[in-house]
């Protein structure tokens, strides 16, 4: 069952422009991470939220955790076609189970 | 250099071969997991370990087995391999089971089974 629901699931945009990435689910998760993955390699983390309605940024990125620690969304300004990836958010669990549930992922491509 | 290293990167086998593949780690991390990636399906979690001797199934456990007698090595194995298998796997380790930590992904294995 997947339990992490990622939109959109592909994103084609210019250079310049501004995208929101949305991670959505039914259950409540410990935290929320965020994996950027480049074709021929494995995830690489970008960022971890913790408490529910945390914002963090990182550089251009801005990545927000709801409330009720069932959601979470990436923003990125300005995109840069560095920027392109498959972009992965992956829920922790850690009452009685220490799974990770990861979305189904959301691939970017930035034209220059 | 901190790494999780996989072996093999590529590997072609038939229905019914035993298999197995490696993952070690070198930066004493207690959890280590198993993943498959399949298009439109994203990662799933396949088996994990919070320590040595300590390993849990994850969503899609059915037709794999693991083993952590060692900290730093998490192999896994196929016992009778399927087509339904084939996919591209990825070992990851972190700190702790605490949740929250950093994992870090070995650079992958696919396999095809034929």
């Known amino acids: 069952t997947q339990l992490l629901e990622q939109s959109p699931q592909f994103l084609s945009i210019q250079e310049g422009e501004n995208l929101t990435v949305y991670c959505n689910s039914s259950?409540?998760?410990?935290?929320l991470q965020w994996y950027r993955q480049e074709p021929g390699e494995g995830p690489v983390l970008l960022v971890t939220v913790v408490t529910g309605g945390e914002v963090k940024k990182l550089k251009r990125l801005t990545f927000q955790f709801g409330d009720a620690r069932k959601d979470s969304s990436l923003h990125i300004t300005a995109a840069q076609p560095g920027d392109t990836g498959l972009y992965l958010c992956a829920g922790v669990r850690t009452s009685g189970t220490y799974k990770y549930i990861f979305g189904t992922g959301t691939r970017l491509k930035v034209l220059a | 250099e901190a790494q999780v290293t996989q072996n093999p990167r590529y590997l072609i086998t038939v229905t019914g071969k035993k298999l197995t593949v490696t993952c070690s780690q070198n930066m004493n991390h207690e959890y280590m997991s198993w993943y498959r990636q399949d298009p439109g399906l994203g990662l799933r979690q396949i088996y994990y370990?919070?320590?040595?001797?300590?390993?849990d199934k994850g969503d899609v456990p059915e037709g794999y087995k693991v083993s952590r007698k060692e900290k730093r090595n998490f192999p896994l194995i196929l016992e009778s391999p399927s087509p339904n298998q084939t996919s591209l796997y990825f070992c990851?380790?972190?700190?702790?089971?605490?949740?929250?930590?950093?994992?870090?992904f070995g650079p992958g294995t696919r396999l095809t089974v034929t």
């Open positions: 990851a380790s972190s700190l702790s089971w605490a949740g929250g930590y950093e994992q870090y």
């Open positions: 370990s919070m320590n040595v001797e300590v390993t």
């Open positions: 259950s409540v998760f410990s935290s």
